[in-house]
């Protein structure tokens, strides 16, 4: 079964500092990943995705994710972290059974960017 | 452009009473849908998909069920809440190359 990890709850920052959030995943096959960002009490917005391609994927809001496949990982960076930028990140990978597109979330990483 | 509705936005709930949930779609047609429930402000757990109007796969067995009545109109039931059922549940569809867009969710208290 496929499934990705989030080793780190939480994940602290100074605003200005690059910041990466750590990804690792288990597929069988080639990953489909993505990455998306939840603000407080709000649904889940879409940030970047690698589907094939260049190992480096760039998205919303000045982040991107380097893919790896001898590491199995997919982190999400930001050269230079913003206060705006403290929500819950969540890393997922597409489940292949074909037809269902479902998505196999992380337990997600609080990231928390101080002034 | 394609746009995702839930509703009610929260929720209170006594244990032991009935769950209906409603989630709409605009902009595209026969879209995959799913339902998720995220416990804690955390992980999301899918509980049921469905790839068309009467169509729906169930992840996790619980007290909870789906319904597809209609094309772009998803909907979350329960005969008798528990507990256990607190959460924020979010409704999503599929864009294009499997990535998925999500609702604004539905926070639900059950006392």
């Known amino acids: 079964a496929q499934s990705v990890a989030q080793p780190e709850d939480q994940v602290n920052v100074a605003e200005g500092n690059p910041l990466t959030v750590k990804c690792t995943y288990s597929?069988?096959?080639?990953?489909?990943l993505f990455w998306y960002v939840q603000y407080p009490n709000r649904g889940l917005q879409f940030l970047l995705k690698?589907?094939?391609?260049?190992?480096l994927v760039k998205g919303s809001y000045g982040f991107e994710a380097e893919f790896n496949k001898s590491q199995t990982s997919f982190h999400l960076k930001k050269p230079s972290a913003l206060v705006s930028d403290s929500a819950l990140y969540f890393c997922a990978v597409r489940e292949t059974e074909y037809g269902t597109d479902k998505l196999i979330f992380g337990t997600g990483t609080r990231l928390q960017v101080f002034p | 452009s394609q746009t995702i509705h839930q509703w009610p936005a929260t929720l209170v709930q006594p244990v032991g009473s009935p769950l209906s949930l409603e989630c709409t779609v605009e902009?595209?047609?026969?879209?995959?849908l799913y339902w998720y429930r995220q416990a804690a402000g955390r992980g999301l757990q899918l509980l049921f998909y469905s790839v068309g109007i009467g169509q729906i796969s169930s992840e996790v067995p619980q007290n909870l069920s789906a319904s597809r009545p209609q094309d772009r109109q998803f909907i979350l039931s329960s005969k008798k809440l528990l507990l256990s059922d607190s959460g924020f549940y979010l409704c999503a569809w599929r864009v294009t190359y499997n990535e998925q867009f999500f609702g604004p969710g539905t926070r639900l208290t059950v006392l």
């Open positions: 597929v069988s096959g080639n990953p489909y």
């Open positions: 690698y589907i094939t391609g260049d190992n």
């Open positions: 902009g595209t047609s026969n879209p995959n």
